[in-house]
């Protein structure tokens, strides 16, 4: 099974790892793919390039075996639309894939393009702190009682997975960064040291 975590890593944290960690261990993935997108559908642009974010994106995981960078959204033009991602890895490979989702992300899963088609493609995993809400009204018969669920059929179930998340966000870094923090307990110091070389965030934050 490969797990793919998308998102602008607008810039990559701690948070992004620490998640991209627990489902690799908890769910015994053979690989998670984190997938930057281009253009995003459900919120702003990113404030770093694509060549930034996946510089970054790099040396986060650079030391990790099972992490890799999946550049498919960037690649192609247009909006980055996550049924089309998973129809060409789909073409690419024929793994069980595991889509990553946060809580706040699955909570508007039935506004995305074609959501039936993603779950004939793939399984979602909707990772929630405890505590949060999560909307069990949605596509509730694709349910997953376990994470067993994933290995035994193909794609379509929907797993929600109880994790423990480290306060970070790319909007509470960027906008430390601009107050001439460090935010050094949500960035790795690689990527710290590249944000500050190449003058990253500095100027505007959401």
């Known amino acids: 099974m490969i797990g793919i975590l998308g998102g602008t890593f607008d810039p990559v944290h701690e948070g992004h790892f620490h998640i991209a ?4 261990i908890r769910l015994g993935l053979e690989q998670v793919q984190f997938m930057p997108c281009a253009l995003p559908v459900h919120r702003d642009e990113p404030h770093a390039s694509a060549t930034d974010r996946c510089a970054m994106l790099e040396l986060m995981i650079a030391d990790q075996a099972a992490f890799a960078l ?9 909006p980055s639309y996550t049924v089309d991602s998973l129809r060409e890895i789909r073409r690419q490979s024929d793994a069980t894939l595991v889509l990553v989702l ?11 393009k074609l959501p039936h088609e993603i779950l004939q493609i793939a399984h979602l995993v909707v990772c929630y702190r405890p ?3 999560v909307d069990t009204h949605i596509f509730n018969d694709y349910l997953a009682d376990s994470s067993g669920v994933l290995s035994e059929q193909p794609a379509g179930a929907i797993l929600l997975l109880e994790v423990e998340a480290i306060d970070c966000s790319s909007s509470a870094v960027r906008a430390a960064l601009i107050q001439g923090d460090t935010a050094g307990q949500c960035l790795r110091p690689v990527v710290a040291n ?3 070389k190449h003058g990253l965030y500095r100027r505007t934050v959401d």
């Open 70 to 78: 999946n550049t498919l959204e960037l690649d192609r033009s247009g």
């Open 131 to 133: 505590g949060y809400e």
């Open 102 to 112: 946060g809580a706040d992300a699955f909570n508007d899963f039935a506004s995305w």
């Open 21 to 24: 960690t627990q489902v690799l």
């Open 194 to 196: 590249y944000i500050d």
